[in-house]
């Protein structure tokens, strides 16, 4: 079993910051990608920011030159810095983990894709 820790949803003011952490658990060889996703009522789950094992980081078009992702010594946990949020990032966020499982092999295309349970982000004017 892989379990997904999320932590630092809150309440903030606009323009304000918060913190978004999630460390990955279990019977993990390797954490071939890990991400945050957010869905809003009504709208599908949409891409935040990601980085993958080598460094490769993915950023939504909403949130670039805002939100920064970088990931834990280890490599199993990730973190996502949000500076000058908006009323718009007011969202349930999600952490996704692309994991190879130990003796599932050694090929990230193979990951198999775990998600949390979410943690609310409010955003308020």
């Known amino acids: 079993q892989v379990q997904l820790a999320e932590s630092g949803g809150g309440s903030v003011q606009a323009g304000g910051s918060l913190k978004l952490s999630c460390d990955a658990s279990g019977y993990i060889w390797r954490v071939c990608e890990m991400g945050w996703y957010r869905q809003a009522p009504g709208e599908e789950r949409k891409l935040v920011s990601s980085?993958?094992?080598?460094?490769?980081?993915r950023y939504g078009d909403s949130v670039k030159a805002r939100f920064t992702i970088s990931q834990g010594d280890d490599k199993n946990a990730m973190s996502l810095t949000m500076n000058s949020l908006k009323t718009e990032d007011t969202s349930v966020y999600f952490c996704?983990?692309?994991?190879?499982?130990?003796?599932?092999?050694?090929?990230?295309?193979?990951?198999?894709?775990?998600w949390g349970q979410g943690t609310q982000v409010t955003v308020s004017s």
């Open positions: 980085i993958n094992y080598d460094g490769t980081t």
């Open positions: 996704k983990a692309e994991v190879l499982v130990n003796g599932a092999g050694t090929d990230c295309r193979q990951a198999a894709e775990y």
